[in-house]
């Protein structure tokens, strides 16, 4: 699917020539003058990627990061700026731009830096995608099964005793184990055999009183 890039710019000149370059790389360009029409088009078209500009009228790049900051805290936010003060970076960075391109915009480099943005924001989402799927079917019922026979026996277990002592197959006992490790509900330790990996065994933490 092609990538939406929110472009925000008074500069007709700069629309122009970044919506080229955004055909030219087949992402869709969406065009806007001012911070108050790029909000309504980011609203309506959730772009992939804003690029906006510092110097623009009524309400400038650093209100504008503001407000689009407000709608999405993981959209990539690219500045278009002929400042090279460190303070006006400075500043940018802390209400939450991602990026920099200085003027005269060279297509190679905004290219580039567009191109790292979408890899970077297409990790990030695959690393959520993970964390959802990985708790997503816990349980409630199964997680307290093998709770309430870890909280009888204070001592480690092997997936084996508790799939034996449950009745729960080795598969969930070992997918559950796993959710509770990475939620610190047990602790871990390895029983070392002559041959093969460690095996792990669990057992349920206790409060401290």
Same mark, same amino acid.
């Given at each position: 699917?092609?990538?939406?890039?929110?472009?925000?710019? +008074?500069?007709?000149?700069?629309?122009?020539?970044?919506? %080229?370059?955004?055909? *030219?790389?087949?992402?869709?360009?969406?065009?806007?003058?001012?911070?108050?029409?790029?909000?309504?088009?980011?609203?309506?078209?959730?772009?992939?990627?804003?690029?906006?500009?510092?110097?623009?009228?009524?309400?400038?790049?650093?209100?504008?990061?503001?407000?689009? &900051?407000?709608?999405?805290?993981?959209?990539?936010?690219?500045?278009? /700026?002929?400042?090279?003060?460190?303070?006006?970076? !400075?500043?940018?960075?802390?209400?939450?731009?991602?990026?920099? %391109?200085?003027?005269?915009?060279?297509?190679?480099?905004?290219?580039? &830096?567009?191109?790292?943005?979408?890899?970077?924001?297409?990790?990030?989402?695959?690393?959520?995608?993970?964390?959802?799927?990985?708790?997503?079917?816990?349980?409630?019922? /199964?997680?307290?099964?093998?709770?309430?026979?870890? !909280? &009888?026996? +204070?001592?480690?277990?092997?997936?084996?005793?508790?799939?034996? %002592? /449950?009745?729960?197959? *080795?598969? /969930?006992?070992?997918?559950?184990?796993?959710?509770?490790?990475?939620?610190?509900?047990?602790?871990?330790?390895?029983?070392?055999?002559?041959?093969?990996?460690?095996?792990? &065994?669990?057992?349920?933490?206790?409060?401290?009183?």
């Amino acid at each position: 699917m092609s990538k939406k890039i929110l472009i925000i710019d +008074d500069d007709k000149q700069i629309l122009f020539a970044m919506s %080229a370059i955004c055909q *030219y790389q087949h992402w869709i360009p969406i065009t806007a003058t001012s911070v108050k029409e790029g909000i309504g088009k980011y609203k309506k078209e959730n772009p992939d990627i804003v690029l906006i500009d510092y110097h623009l009228p009524v309400v400038n790049g650093i209100e504008g990061v503001k407000m689009l &900051r407000k709608l999405d805290e993981d959209v990539p936010i690219i500045v278009l /700026t002929v400042e090279e003060d460190q303070k006006v970076a !400075d500043r940018f960075i802390e209400v939450g731009a991602s990026d920099f %391109a200085l003027k005269p915009i060279k297509a190679p480099d905004i290219i580039s &830096r567009i191109n790292v943005h979408i890899r970077f924001k297409k990790s990030m989402e695959e690393v959520t995608k993970g964390m959802e799927d990985y708790t997503k079917g816990i349980s409630h019922e /199964t997680l307290e099964i093998i709770q309430n026979y870890m !909280d &009888r026996i +204070d001592s480690y277990h092997s997936i084996n005793n508790i799939a034996k %002592a /449950t009745g729960l197959a *080795y598969q /969930t006992v070992h997918r559950y184990l796993q959710y509770m490790e990475s939620e610190e509900i047990v602790e871990v330790s390895y029983k070392y055999g002559k041959i093969g990996r460690p095996q792990k &065994r669990y057992k349920l933490k206790r409060n401290e009183i």
